[in-house]
């Protein structure tokens, strides 16, 4: 194996085994070389998963983070089977309201989308996609980088929210198709 095949495999090891993105500074220092030769390694190492059109993907996040992921596409089908479980298609049109309406309080959201929202922003709550503080008698929500990062979307709320008009609108309704489905095999 060659010097350069054995840093494109620890790239890929790492992003594998960290579970979480990965800035580009880290994967430099993890394989001995500058950033600029990582970046060009961690383009190759995205365009060959990309020409194998498997379950994984090599994204590239905002401030110079990549993770090793699966395909958002693939979520749906498989979501039962991600430790913790899929949020359900309610509970991700919450998530979705409060990413878009951000910062939030509590009380209004629960006004807008009716009580069973208190489950729902437990929930989100419990799998780190939201942050709840205390705002007077209410609560302040507002996403976290972890949500970002899962959905592979800017930090940035602005950015944030103008790519969440288009991508979750797609997610939502994966995600829809697949509960529709599977009530529809469990009958």
């Known amino acids: 194996m060659t010097d350069l095949e054995e840093d494109l495999v620890t790239l890929e090891a790492a992003l594998y085994v960290s579970g979480r993105a990965l800035t580009l500074d880290e994967l430099s220092n993890l394989i001995g070389k500058s950033q600029t030769t990582t970046q060009k390694l961690l383009d190759d190492l995205g365009f060959e998963y990309n020409k194998r059109e498997g379950a994984l993907e090599v994204v590239a996040l905002p401030r110079d983070r990549y ?17 913790g479980g899929l949020l359900s298609y309610a509970t991700l049109q919450t998530l979705v309201y409060i990413a878009l309406k951000q910062p939030l309080v509590q009380s209004e959201l629960v006004t807008q989308r009716g009580t069973h929202c208190y ?55 994966e995600q829809r198709d697949a509960e529709e489905s599977l009530e529809a095999s469990s009958e």
């Open 67 to 83: 993770a090793l992921q699966l395909k958002p596409e693939l979520t749906p089908r498989v979501g039962r089977l991600i430790p």
């Open 119 to 173: 489950d729902h922003v437990k929930e989100l709550i419990e799998k780190k996609f939201v942050e709840s503080i205390p705002e007077g008698r209410s609560r302040l929500l507002t996403t976290t980088p972890l949500f970002a990062d899962y959905f592979g979307l800017e930090n940035d709320r602005i950015k944030m929210k103008a790519q969440l008009k288009f991508k979750m609108k797609k997610i939502l309704e």
